[in-house]
């Protein structure tokens, strides 16, 4: 006997689906041995994915520090403690970040663990001057509990109740767990709960670290413990010092790769601009200066004796000093400054 036809009615919407009932069970009897609860993971199929609609990230100062966890390793004296002053003083006041960079302002909390009112005050008065007015919008905390014996609940309260856009822990050692072993799962469990926290509230948290005393190729690389912190966190920033000058290298999910030039005076940190940009109008200023100083046109080996550079460098860069009109060329590789 046929069957009655059945007309193919519209597809389901895929819906969000869990583990099976049985594989469910399983679980729950595997843990009930074991005493630790099982989670079911949970899909999401990709046309409700498609469907769903997310809130634009909020920046605390645009391009640098979004919602979410950065970290910014760099080796004592440096400077650290400075540029998180720096980021604190401008989102509270809604000013310019770095003597450039724009800031959305809000409530800051900058937990200064190793130091003290006094030694605040003076760096403040250093900075700011004792005329101007310092914001009410930024607080200061000299002590706080470990990130496993209540600092979670502490900031969540915190930030609830100021509706916070930045917090600054400075530094990571102050607040690190204790007692939990080393190695990667270690360091990632360490600052992974943080990370959650601050997804969850849309807030920016700045974690200041410090780095190795080896060296490495990548500069992220010599950020102190191992890649479990910069696994756990949205974004890390390297503060490094090298012959050519300060350089803050930064890399992570929600912000473009950058190496900007950095110049520290009097307790204020000012961006250059691009690394390779700045290095390079150095690099370009130094043979002017050279070119200047010659009493008649010179070639790329005397250039490059009187700046302890390699000649082919510096025959790589006359080339194109000479292509955008910096410098005359007189003779068979010889040059000069254009007004000789």
Not at 138 to 146: K, Q, V
Not at 154 to 183: C, H, M, S, Y
Not at 232 to 240: E, I, M, T, Y
Request: aromatic fraction near 6%.
């Amino acid at each position: 006997m046929r069957k009655p036809h059945r007309s193919a009615g519209p597809k389901p919407k895929p819906k969000e689906t869990t583990l099976s009932s049985s594989t469910r069970r399983k679980q729950n009897a595997k843990s009930s041995k074991t005493g630790v609860p099982r989670k079911s993971i949970k899909t999401i199929s990709a046309s409700a994915l498609k469907r769903k609609n997310f809130p634009p990230l909020h920046y605390a100062i645009d391009g640098y520090l979004t919602e979410g966890v950065t970290l910014l390793g760099g080796k004592p004296k440096i400077g650290k403690s400075y540029m998180a002053l720096d980021f604190a003083m401008a989102v509270a006041s809604g000013g310019l970040a770095l003597g450039a960079v724009e800031c959305q302002q809000g409530a800051v909390l900058y937990c200064a663990l190793e130091d003290n009112h006094r030694r605040l005050q003076r760096r403040m008065q250093q900075l700011y001057g004792t005329e101007e007015t310092w914001p009410r919008d930024l607080h200061f905390a000299t002590s706080a509990p470990r990130l496993d014996e209540g600092l979670l609940d502490e900031l969540r309260n915190w930030i609830e109740g100021n509706q916070a856009k930045l917090i600054i822990i400075d530094t990571f050692a102050g607040v690190r767990p204790q007692g939990r072993g080393e190695g990667y799962d270690a360091d990632y469990a360490a600052l992974s709960p943080l990370q959650v926290m601050a997804g969850e509230l849309g807030v920016a948290i700045l974690v200041i670290h410090h780095l190795r005393k080896m060296q490495g190729d990548d500069p992220f690389d010599t950020i102190s413990g191992t890649t479990g912190l910069t696994g756990a966190v949205d974004a890390a920033f390297v503060l490094q010092r090298g012959q050519q000058g300060v350089t803050l290298y930064g890399r992570g999910r929600e912000i473009e790769e950058m190496e900007k030039a950095l110049e520290f005076d009097g307790g204020s940190w000012t961006v250059l601009g691009d690394a390779s940009d700045v290095r390079r109008s150095e690099e370009r200023g130094a043979i002017l200066a050279v070119l200047s100083d010659a009493s008649s046109p010179i070639g790329p080996k005397d250039i490059a004796d009187a700046l302890g550079k390699p000649e082919n460098n510096v025959k790589q860069l006359l080339f194109k000093m000479h292509k955008d009109g910096e410098i005359k060329k007189r003779g068979r590789g010889q040059y000069c400054i254009p007004d000789t």
